[in-house]
């Protein structure tokens, strides 16, 4: 998923929890530095990309790496995700953060 605009807000369906993933270049999270943590989503809509449908959006947002990956990993809460739909929003700073619908 692209990078959404500060202000903005995308509208997606979670089909997966997160899982950090490593990257070649330097994030500032992560034991070396260098994690990112991606979600297999499908995007409904967003104010800048036409392409939607499944993809994966891979973040740092404070949102994923400290409150959704202190939830239980479980397929209990990945089926609460999936029951769903969700905005992700990018406020005026550009923090992103969850609101379900």
Not at 1 to 11: E, I, V
Not at 38 to 49: K, R, Y
Not at 88 to 97: E, R
Request: include cysteine; charge should be negative.
């Amino acid at each position: 998923m692209d990078g959404l605009p500060k202000a903005s807000k995308a509208k997606v369906n979670f089909l997966s929890l997160p899982k950090e993933i490593q990257t070649p270049f330097d994030t500032g999270y992560g034991e070396d530095k260098n994690s990112k943590w991606e979600m297999e989503i499908e995007l409904l809509d967003h104010p800048t990309q036409e392409v939607l449908g499944k993809m994966v959006w891979q973040t740092t947002a404070s949102v994923i790496r400290l409150e959704i990956m202190a939830l239980p990993q479980t397929k209990k809460v990945l089926e609460e995700f999936k029951e769903s739909e969700w905005h992700i929003l990018c406020d005026a700073k550009g923090q992103l953060s969850l609101r379900e619908l």
